[in-house]
Nanobody, 124 residues
């Protein structure tokens, strides 16, 4: 397994969760990483991205100010801190790697390696 996501669960609206993605990749620090999510019956959508150095970040409008993406290249981890969760955030969350060195990249088709997904359920 090259990307292993964890940290999902059931939380009440207004609560927080922290997702983690552990990578078993050579040269992890060479790649921008991202989080996507997919709710039942909906297409997979971009959530947040971080550049290879952890300096630049990008978020979809619906999560700006609530979610924070970070990475630790020494630990080969990328994290997604999610605060003020709403039922609309309910989805399976995936971490992903792109080889594309243009930042940000929001298109799922440009990511070539995906984790297995972790379920986030927010109750009202």
């Amino acid at each position: 397994v090259q990307l292993q996501a964890s940290g999902g669960g059931l939380v009440q609206a207004g609560g927080s969760l922290r997702l983690s993605c552990e990578a078993s990749l050579r040269a992890f620090s060479s790649y921008p990483m991202a989080w996507f999510r997919q709710a039942p019956g909906k297409e997979r959508e971009f959530v947040a991205a971080i550049d290879k150095n952890g300096v630049r970040t990008d978020y979809q409008d619906a999560v700006k100010g609530r979610f924070t993406v970070s990475r630790d290249n020494a630990q080969k981890m990328v994290n997604l801190q999610m605060n003020s969760l709403t039922p609309e955030d309910t989805a399976t969350y995936y971490c992903a790697r792109t080889r594309r060195n243009v930042f940000p990249t929001r298109e799922a088709g440009l990511y070539d390696l995906w984790g297995q997904g972790t379920q986030v359920t927010v109750s009202s």
